[in-house]
Each structure stands twice: as C-alpha cells, then as structure tokens.
C-alpha cells in the first residue's frame, strides 16, 4: 500500500453504496480519476516483487515422450524443472513442441510415481507391494539374474544407439532374449521403407519444398512417428514460399487431425490406401503422365493394367473419378510427395498399403529430391552400436507368449514397454506372464505391465536422465540428441542402464562400464572423432559441454547415399481382410492413435487427459464416432452409451455424433483402458484393443489392429460425455447437434 | 516507443493439434481440468482451441481457430469491473489484478470472445505437481477471474533484462508466449505491433488475409488472424485465392 491509496476496506465501501463503480472516481472527485495512479495495489503486470527475479537456468536436453527425439530446453529453477520448450537449434523440431513434450513434467513430479523399490507382498497383480531398500531390491534382482542364465527375456521398446549397446551388451552376458514393443503397425512401415527405399532408417518428407502433399491416412500431424519435425514443415509448406502455398489432399478411412487441415478429404474404406494407390499409377501411365518403364520398376511383379479405377472403385468405396483425378493432381506436383502411415499400415495388407504409396513417388521422381521423400542416413555411431531396430510383430510375439507358456523363462525383464496394454488381451500375454519364475520391472509408473512383476526398481524420467539417441527419422541428415539429467532424481530411482550395469556386476557378470553416463561420453568422444558436426573444443571435456550445451550433434553435410531409382524388394498386392461377418458386424472398427495419450503411453499424464481431442474435442474418456446417419439408424446421440460387438469381444462407451465420419465406420481413440498407470489413468475408458481380432499382417506378421468388424448396439443408457465443446457460454451446447455452417443457408 | 503487445494466428497454419493449450497451462499455473470440471462446464483454457465444422459429409471441413484474449485496446471487459481489477496496461495488455478482484464476473459477461475465466473451486494439485508450477505467476485462489496475460511475467522479465542492458530496447523476439514458442507449425507469432520492423507487425501490415474477430464491435482485438484458406469455396466478395 503505497502513500495517498485507498485503503481497500474504504474501497469497498464506497463501492457497496454505488452501482456504478467503474464511474465512481470521476463522478466523486477522488483523486486525479486515474486508476492507474490511484490504486497502488499490487498487480501481477508490474509488481515490485516480481522485479526481483531468481536465477533460472536453461539447459538442452532430448524428450522422450514419443520416439521422435525432438530436442528440448528446460527451465529449472531452484532445483526444479518448470518449463520445457523446444530447443531452437535442434535441427529435427527447431524450438517447436508438441503437447505431449510439454508434459514432461508432469511424469517428473506425478504424485503416484514409484519412489522407491517395491517387493511384491500380495498375488501377482494384485498390486500389493512393500517398500524395500535398492540394496535388498539389487541383490534380489542379481540373485535372480544369476540364476536364470539363458532362461531371461528382456521387454524393450526399440533401443538404438548407446542404450541399445548396454541393453545388447546385458542380454550377452546373461545370454538373455531381447524383443522390443512398439505399436504395431510401426513395424510394417520399417519393413516398406526398407522395401521400398532400402534403408532401415525412417525417411523424412521435404515438405518444406513440395507443391503438392498426398497423405493417405498418416496423422503425420499430430501422432505419426515425428509430428513436430512435419508440423515445422507443414507451416512452410503452407506459407513459407511467398508465391506458393502448398496443396494438401487426404485419401483415408477417417478424418483424422491431419486430414482435417487438408484441403480435400477422400474418403475411402479402410485398407484400401494401396489399391487406390495402384490405380492412381495406372491412369498416370495410361495417360502418359509419367514414364511406363519408371512405372514398371517401382512397382514389379504387378500388372498395373489390372487395377483400373473402375476395378478398384468399389472396393475402395470412391468413384473412378476421384481416382483419376487424384492421380491427374499428383502426376501435375512440381514436385508432389506421397506419404502412407497409421492405421493404413494396420491392416492384413498394411505393407502392400504404405509401399504402393511410397513407390508412387518414384512415378513423379520425388525420392532424394527437393520437395519429396529425403532417406535418412545411418547414425553416427560406432559399429558396435545397434542401429534403428524394429519392434516385434504379433506372428513373432505368439512365439514368445509360447515360450512363456511352457515355462521357458525364469526371469522376465520389462523397462519402458506396455506390451499388456499394447498388446490385444487375446494375445494371452498377460496370462503368459503368470508363468514366469519371476518378473522385474524397471519402471517409473505401476502401468499395465509393470503390475505383473515381483520386484518393482524405480526408474529416472526422462528430465533425470542421461541419454543419447538418433531421431528416427531424422532431418534427412545424421543427428544426435544428448539427453542429460536437468534435475536431480525426485525420488530414489536410479538410470535404466545404471541398474542393469550395477546388477550385472552384481551377478558375475560385469559390463564393459561404470555407470551410464561413462557410456554416453564414450559415445560423444567417438563424435568427436569424427572431426565434423557443429561442435568444436579442443579437448574432450570442452567437447562434451559443447554438446551439452547445444543439446547434442548435428552434421548438416552428412546425408544419405545417393537414393535408389526403384524399390529394392517387391511387395505383392494384397486385399484387406476383415475379421467378422459383414452381415453380422457391419461396420469397421477403427482404433487409432490419440493426439494427447497416443497409444495409452502418456495416459498417466493430467493436462494430456485434459487436453481436448481435435475432431471431438472430448477429454478424459473413451468414445465411438459415428456417421450422423449411421447414429440417426441406431437411433442414439451424443453421449447414449454403446456397446461394440465384435468376434472378439464386446465393450460399451458412449457415442460421439461426429459429422465428419464416414458412414461405414465406427472410430473408437486408443489411449484409455488402463488397470493402473496412476490415479489419473486408472479404471478410465476402455482399450479399443481388447475388441481387435489377433488377425496379422500377412509379409510381416505384425497386428492388424484396423482389420475388425464391429456392431453397435444401442444399450438405452446415456452418460454425460465430458468434452469440451460447449464450454464456451455462447455455444451451449449439451446435448444438442453441434452447429454446422453450410454455405449457402446462411 | 511504448510497445503494443499483439498477436498473429495463421489459421492455414494451425493444425489444431493444441501444444499451445499445455504450454500455457505449463507456463501459466492454469489448475488441471478434471473431468468434474469439464461437466460443469467449467474448464479453464486461457488459449483454447475451437473446432466447427462446416459443410456434410463427405464435402465436410473441420476448421481451426486458436483463441487468446484479444486484448483489446477499447476492451469491454474493462469499464465494468467496480473494483477495477481488469485494466489496461500501458503496453496494451489487459490485465487481471486477482488480490483487487473480488468475483463479480462482470467482466465475463462483458467478454465476447468468452476468455476470461471464473474459479469456481479452489485450485488444488498433488503435493508433488507444486514443484511444477512456476514461481513468476500467481495461483490464482477461488472466487477470482484469471485470463491470458500474454505472458506478461516473460515481458517483465524480458524488460528488466533490457534496462540493465544499458537501458536498450528490446529487440523482437526477445520475448515470445508460451503458446507462441510451442507452436509447431508457428502459426502463432508474438510481438511488439508498435516495432515496424518486428515479425509480428509486419505480417499484421502487408497481409491480405487478416481480420479480427467480431470486429465490428469496435473494440480493437490486437490479436490478428490470417484467415484459412480454402482453394474450393466460391470466391467471396474481395477475398483473394491463393
């Protein structure tokens, strides 16, 4: 309170005798009339105490919410991580960042991380669990470790780089299997790059500098293996060129968040992307658009003759128009890129999908070119490093849930992998799992998996943690994120890799290093080595603080080998199959990622639960989107809950009326669904996996978790459906149809 | 010169995929929209992002629009609040002065653009998200209005720095909101409309695709947007394609 101010209880006062506060002070003669002036009262826009600032600190370190590895910055301030943003320099998200890497510090201070090691007290799964010291918690493990020579499964998502060699390296000494989780349909797009371009790094898109963008069905946008990187794209791509902006059309089952920035939408019926793709390469040849014989090469083995748009329109659910006028469009690009992903590659015939999209751009000469598919270069790493490695299909995890079944394993080891989650309860692994001598989780979150295990070891976050990794893919030259720790660890957990190392040594086994961290500067001093990138010190311990500093390496030069002209290895044309008489169950099911939770691995997260989906803008559940005729036939609306019937399963979760679907298919988001994984995740909403057929990919045996049929039945009960539509005063809207503007009505 | 904050969102950039929305959240203490929340209708977003569709399926668009408060120079929120909590900086900031308000929600209901944002409840977290929240922003107790501030904490303190600077102005870019900084695809550019030679007055003077939302209430939004386009619709009366 300042000389010649109000006391506020005067204030008020006054204010209680008059209506007409705002006009008070004019009216009434006191003071000079000027708020400004006449109230000192503390304001957060100049506040004395704000003035004296504490000192924050920023420092470079990678994200590891989703495997793109875009780098981040990250305030800390007084011992406290506050603020992630996106790390200006990294040449993979240049200071962007998704929702997901903002939430990185919510995993690091989440009230139901594991703080310490926990001992299994109850059954299996029960969740009962007793504190324990990390002294007992690592002789129990290296007990178990020593014991189970060659009889030890390590659960992994991919690991490359640094972590794949200590995590290699551990498997070695303990002769132990190695298999890696990551979503499905992930693996089939590995195998078409490798088909299709030869590379087993993933590629990235010159968006940047393409005229035209066909994209069947990847949410390269919002979940699709490197959002951020496409999104920095997208943006130029748009408006980055002063006389030209970027043309976007979409062919797929769903308007997905990306298709709804495109600036047409063709609606297909689900698995057919390559189909359309063919007889999109037909007319292009047929019409003399682009070369027969290029035509010939990128897609051999396949009578392109045979896939007219007349022959494919009905499968595909278009009209041979739209077909030869999507291919007219892509033929005319100067230059058009062709994109395939997401549930496009989760079919039976998911490979033939994405690599007859892929090999469309070698028709109009796009691969290794400006402004098309630019092939990543191998990382940086020495040759004892692993490279990119694909997670395991479906066909090869049956084999494993086998070996579990007949007691094979007597020590199974999971860190950073969901696979009872991730993978569909009809795989029977949580079931297998039960057969297991015992199960050691390194784990941060009691998640689906982790409460299967015996002995529970803390693990760092990712903002605790040393790290560095390769983005796959990468900006189209070679690149490296340093991870390092920004914050000490908030509960006793210790490094993935320090645990393994510390109990290797502990089992008779001891690895080539001390700690993690003696891995990771091994690995920036073999940078070093290469006398190239965009850090220079003249001796090892400034190098590594360069790097640090810069929030890792970057070798602008370094591309990839010159790109092939064809696709090194055919892929066969394949038909989707459905599971599920169309009869009996005539829609097809379709889970897809979730913009926030992605495949449920960020569920445990309170702003990404709370953070609107784009199309439907609901938070916090679990929903199906129908067709406004399809729900007009059922006779249900917004919030009627539902129940999906498929010959696997049923599960009930209410409808959202979303105008925007297509007629013949019920879209149910994965994410939810969790029996633990924290307060805010458990018990909410249901995995779309649990209705999926166990039916595979037929090349890669991975799951084709798109490749269901479903019936909804109405159930005549309704729920209010948290969302956040009609939030807004002015657009009240509970219950009721969701405003449309149609051109023409108004 | 006295800057003049302001804003320009890039509707044919936004892919509505909401970074903006948890980076302010992040940034801004904004408490968590539980799912209570949500059902009452009550969910706090000081940028929030609005999806409307227009046309039928399956000539169907699902459009974007990310909304701040437009910290309007003739705000109406303003006049009204008896209390005089909502005022105007002098950099054209419209600002909530929580320990002045006292909850009439004048000013809310005075809001058009509806971004202004009553707490019902008491803001609670878990014990351990508290070393989360940033130190430089208020939590804002029940019973207060809070609002987009245009991250008026990184002004200051992009000020303060400038002053010991030998006193120089401050350069563009300099100081950026959290929403603008996340934005993947930078549809959303913060900056000094007052500068010429800042990024954000410069799209704001040579666009052709710019307008501001209920404009015609007179108001003065500083917040711009660059209007969506979309090469199939009609051409409408003075509206350029691309």
Redesign the interface.
Known sequence: MRKGAMRRRDFLKLVATSTTGAVLFTGCGIGDGDPETEFKIESPALNPVDLVYGRDNWYATACQECPAGCGLIVRVFEGRAKKVEGNPDFPVNLGATCARAQAAVQELYHPDRIAQPLRLSGARGSGDYQATSWDDALAAFATELGGARGATLIITPPLAGPLGQVVASFAEAFDAQQVAFEPEERVVLREAVRRVFGTDTLPTIDLARAEFLLNFSADFLHSWISPVQFSRAYGEFRHGRADLRGTYWHVGPQMNGSAASADRWFPINPGTEGLVALAMAQVMVAEGLVDQAAAARAYPGITLADYTPERVAETAGISAEQITELARRFAQGTPSVAIAGTTAAAHTNGLFNVAAVLALNYLVGSVGQPGGIILNPSAPFGADVPGPAAGLAYRDWAGVINDLNSGRYRLVIVHGANPVYGLPAASGLREALGQAGKIVALSSFLDDTTLQADLILPVHTSLESWGLQAPDPGPGYQAVTLQQPVVNPFVDSRAFADVLIQAASAAGGALPWESYEAVIRAAVEELRGLRRGNVEAPDAEQYFMAVQAQGGWWDSDATADEAPTAPATPTPVAEPEYAGDPGQFPLFLLPYPSNALGYGETAHLPWLQALPDPMTTAVWTTWVELNPATADRLGVETGDVVRLVTPRGSEEMPVYVNPAAHPDVAAVPMGQGHTDFGRYAKGRGVNPLNLVEPATEAETGALAWAGTRVRVEATGRKVRFPRFEGQVPAFQLEEAPIVQVIPGTH | MTPRWGMVI?L????????C???C???NNVP????AI??Q???I?WI???????????N?????IPVPCMHCSEAPCE??????AT?H??EG?N??????C?GTRYCSVNCHW?VRFFNFWEPKW?????????????VRSRGVMEKC?FC??RI??AE?NARLDNNRPLRDGEVNT?CA???????IVFGDLNDPESEVAKIANTTDRGYKVLAELGTNPSVLYLKK??????AEHGAES?
């Open positions: 890039d044919d950039r936004c892919t509505g995929c909401q970074a929305v948890v980076a959240q992040a940034e968590i929209n539980t799912e949500y059902l209708h009550r969910a977003q929030r992002v609005e999806r409307y569709w227009e046309g039928e399926f399956p169907i668009k699902a459009r974007y006049p009204v609040c008896p209390v005089y005022y900086t002098p900031i600002m909530q002065v929580y320990n002045r006292i509806h878990p014990e351990s998200l508290h070393n989360q929240l940033n130190p430089d922003v208020s501030t008026i904490q200051n303190h303060q959290a900084q996340a934005c993947p695809t930078r549809a386009i979309d090469p199939d619709a009609p691309a």
